[in-house]
């Protein structure tokens, strides 16, 4: 197959991850996160774990869809090993490029750190020989965690949208 057929199909994946990310992270940040501060903390637990597993999957994928074809969109069109040099950074395209590369690697990284954050502390099950100091110290935890990623909410969308903005401008 020829290679404006992959280039066409990475694209293709590539815009398709791009509305996943863009609209998972604005639903989350817009609508759920609002919703589930009105709601009664038990309800809003569950609530939380049940759409946050399924939001989880999908930035998850959309995340790594978005890497591997947007570098390799990048291999096949031969930009690849000029991808760092001053003059493709500086130039029209490659600022754009540079632009949506640095909010990949944001939203990369605080993916990451929520992801662990879900996993270890917020939906850590305690022991049934904890006390109550050991309740306190991971309520303490989950609190700390909840401000960072309340934190990470808005930083995400600000990302989404210049990497959206980046996107939509790169041309060669």
Same mark, same amino acid.
């Given at each position: 197959?020829?290679? &404006?057929?992959?280039?066409?199909?990475?694209?293709?994946?590539?815009?398709?991850?791009?509305?996943?990310?863009?609209?998972?992270?604005?639903?989350?940040?817009?609508?759920?996160?609002?919703?589930?501060?009105?709601?009664?903390?038990?309800?809003?637990?569950?609530?939380?774990?049940?759409?946050?597993?399924?939001?989880?999957?999908?930035?998850?994928?959309?995340?790594?869809?978005?890497?591997?074809?947007?570098? *390799?969109?990048?291999?096949?069109?031969?930009?690849?090993?000029?991808?760092?040099?001053?003059?493709?950074?500086?130039?029209?395209?490659?600022?754009?490029?540079?632009?949506?590369?640095?909010?990949?690697?944001?939203? !990369?990284?605080?993916?990451?750190?929520?992801?662990?954050?879900?996993? *270890?502390?917020?939906?850590?099950?305690?022991?049934?020989?904890?006390?109550?100091?050991?309740?306190?110290?991971?309520?303490? *935890?989950?609190?700390? &965690?909840?401000?960072?990623?309340?934190?990470?909410?808005?930083?995400? &969308?600000?990302?989404?949208?210049?990497? *959206?903005?980046?996107?939509?401008?790169?041309? !060669?």
């Amino acid at each position: 197959m020829s290679t &404006v057929f992959w280039l066409q199909l990475l694209r293709v994946i590539h815009v398709y991850s791009a509305i996943l990310l863009v609209g998972s992270i604005v639903f989350n940040t817009a609508i759920l996160n609002p919703a589930l501060k009105r709601i009664p903390p038990a309800h809003s637990t569950v609530v939380s774990q049940k759409i946050g597993g399924g939001l989880f999957v999908v930035g998850t994928t959309a995340i790594l869809l978005l890497g591997l074809s947007g570098f *390799a969109r990048l291999w096949l069109m031969g930009q690849l090993p000029s991808l760092l040099t001053a003059d493709f950074v500086t130039g029209p395209y490659g600022r754009w490029i540079t632009l949506m590369i640095t909010s990949w690697f944001f939203l !990369f990284i605080t993916g990451g750190l929520s992801g662990y954050w879900y996993k *270890a502390v917020l939906t850590k099950k305690m022991p049934y020989s904890a006390g109550l100091r050991d309740m306190e110290e991971m309520r303490a *935890a989950q609190e700390r &965690v909840t401000l960072w990623q309340d934190r990470f909410y808005y930083w995400n &969308v600000v990302a989404a949208v210049l990497a *959206a903005l980046g996107g939509a401008m790169a041309k !060669f």
